[in-house]
């Protein structure tokens, strides 16, 4: 079945060659409403320490005034404060959450527990004028975005105008610039028996979902609501993995969020580990088709072969390999010669 299908998946997800340097990313985020979104970050960190991406920038999707200052902060602990960031404004859940107070905690010595600059996401340029500024200068067709939280910022961008970063509209410059939109978002299969529901990312600004499903003009790889439910993170791993520190921003996140035993599925990590490492055979692809965004939220993936939608697959093997390449990745130390 793979073998049919792989002219079809090289069509319609473009690979990065072995040569070809790494994955240029744009990680877009809903940090501060579930945990997953810190372990995402905390892979793209292992990813880049080990050369496989290099992380261009973050935008969240999250509309309070912590959540970029926590981007910020663990940014800066895995040595790279410099990536930067962009907020939604006018956004979905303007609540403060769980743990996004970490980035207001003191350490013992009276300055932050986790170093950042960024204090307040009132201070941050606004998502959409920095995705139009960074898209601007990459190279055409050479970049990847992973988004795991609503679909706000993507759906504004390919609406945007023409601005001093480029003279192209925002679908445009998506087009030329961008070779893969890999998402978390919507559900292709049941879960323990439901087979019809409207997934948080998709119905938290169903608006923006539909918009961003019916025009957005590269390749999507979709990953539902079904592939990380069904690959949690090791409680074990959050109890021990990272305590080559103190304390570590991303297992004070977890333990913030839902004590361990709690075993957290992982489902924004999927679609970072796809868009970077798409044919390491950690998850298999639908055949293609076009997605279709229901009135409640609802996600439909229709059989086209021309079709530019796919979405992941985990058999129960593959959960099993991630789940241990999730543990082994997310819970790396930061590479000490950081800069590179």
Same mark, same amino acid.
């Given at each position: 079945?793979?073998?049919?299908?792989?002219?079809?998946?090289?069509?319609?997800?473009?690979?990065? &060659?072995?040569?070809?340097?790494?994955?240029?990313?744009?990680?877009?985020?809903?940090?501060?409403?579930?945990?997953?979104?810190?372990?995402?970050?905390?892979?793209?960190?292992?990813?880049?320490?080990?050369?496989?991406?290099?992380?261009?920038?973050?935008?969240?999707?999250?509309?309070?005034?912590?959540?970029?200052?926590?981007?910020?902060?663990?940014?800066?602990?895995?040595?790279?404060?410099?990536?930067?960031?962009?907020?939604?404004?006018?956004?979905?859940?303007?609540?403060?959450?769980?743990?996004?107070?970490?980035?207001?905690?003191?350490? &013992?010595?009276?300055?932050?527990?986790?170093?950042?600059?960024?204090? $307040?996401?009132?201070?941050?340029?606004?998502?959409?004028?920095?995705?139009?500024?960074?898209?601007?200068?990459?190279?055409?067709?050479?970049?990847?975005?992973?988004?795991?939280?609503?679909?706000?910022?993507?759906?504004?961008?390919?609406?945007?105008?023409?601005?001093?970063?480029?003279?192209? $509209?925002?679908?445009?410059?998506?087009?030329?610039? @961008?070779?893969?939109?890999?998402?978390?978002?919507?559900?292709?299969?049941?879960?323990?028996?439901?087979?019809?529901?409207?997934?948080?990312?998709?119905?938290?600004?169903?608006?923006?979902?539909? $918009?961003?499903?019916?025009?957005?003009?590269?390749?999507?790889?979709? =990953?539902?609501?079904?592939?990380?439910?069904?690959?949690?993170?090791?409680?074990?791993?959050?109890?021990?993995?990272?305590?080559?520190?103190?304390?570590?921003?991303?297992?004070?996140?977890?333990?913030?969020?839902? &004590?361990?035993?709690?075993?957290?599925?992982?489902?924004?990590?999927?679609?970072?580990?796809?868009?970077?490492?798409?044919?390491?055979?950690?998850?298999?692809? $639908?055949?293609?088709?076009?997605?279709?965004?229901?009135?409640?939220?609802?996600?439909?993936?229709?059989?086209?072969?021309?079709?530019?939608?796919?979405?992941?697959?985990?058999?129960? =093997?593959?959960? @099993?390999?991630?789940?241990?390449?999730?543990?082994?990745?997310? =819970?790396?130390?930061?590479?000490?010669?950081?800069?590179?």
């Amino acid at each position: 079945m793979l073998t049919t299908l792989l002219p079809l998946i090289l069509m319609t997800a473009p690979q990065t &060659p072995a040569d070809a340097g790494p994955v240029r990313l744009i990680f877009d985020t809903d940090l501060g409403n579930d945990v997953d979104d810190a372990l995402a970050l905390g892979l793209i960190h292992a990813l880049q320490s080990r050369g496989k991406c290099e992380l261009l920038a973050v935008t969240v999707t999250k509309d309070h005034e912590l959540a970029a200052p926590l981007v910020d902060a663990i940014n800066h602990f895995y040595g790279r404060g410099s990536i930067p960031i962009g907020v939604v404004r006018d956004g979905a859940t303007p609540d403060q959450g769980k743990f996004l107070g970490l980035a207001t905690e003191m350490g &013992p010595g009276g300055g932050p527990r986790y170093p950042h600059d960024l204090r $307040s996401g009132n201070d941050a340029p606004e998502a959409v004028t920095l995705l139009r500024r960074v898209l601007a200068g990459q190279p055409d067709g050479s970049v990847v975005i992973a988004q795991v939280g609503f679909s706000t910022n993507l759906a504004r961008l390919i609406e945007s105008a023409p601005d001093d970063a480029s003279p192209l $509209s925002g679908r445009e410059l998506v087009s030329k610039k @961008v070779r893969l939109l890999s998402i978390m978002a919507g559900a292709f299969a049941p879960v323990d028996g439901q087979e019809r529901f409207g997934e948080y990312n998709v119905v938290e600004d169903l608006d923006a979902a539909r $918009s961003l499903v019916q025009g957005w003009p590269t390749p999507i790889v979709f =990953s539902g609501f079904e592939v990380g439910n069904a690959i949690t993170y090791p409680a074990a791993s959050i109890e021990r993995d990272f305590s080559y520190v103190d304390r570590h921003p991303i297992a004070e996140a977890y333990q913030g969020y839902e &004590p361990t035993p709690h075993e957290r599925p992982t489902w924004d990590l999927t679609s970072v580990l796809y868009g970077v490492e798409p044919d390491r055979g950690y998850f298999d692809l $639908s055949p293609p088709g076009r997605v279709v965004v229901d009135d409640d939220g609802h996600t439909r993936h229709l059989a086209d072969p021309e079709g530019p939608h796919r979405y992941l697959i985990a058999s129960a =093997s593959q959960v @099993v390999r991630v789940r241990e390449a999730f543990a082994q990745l997310v =819970s790396q130390p930061p590479d000490a010669r950081e800069g590179r």
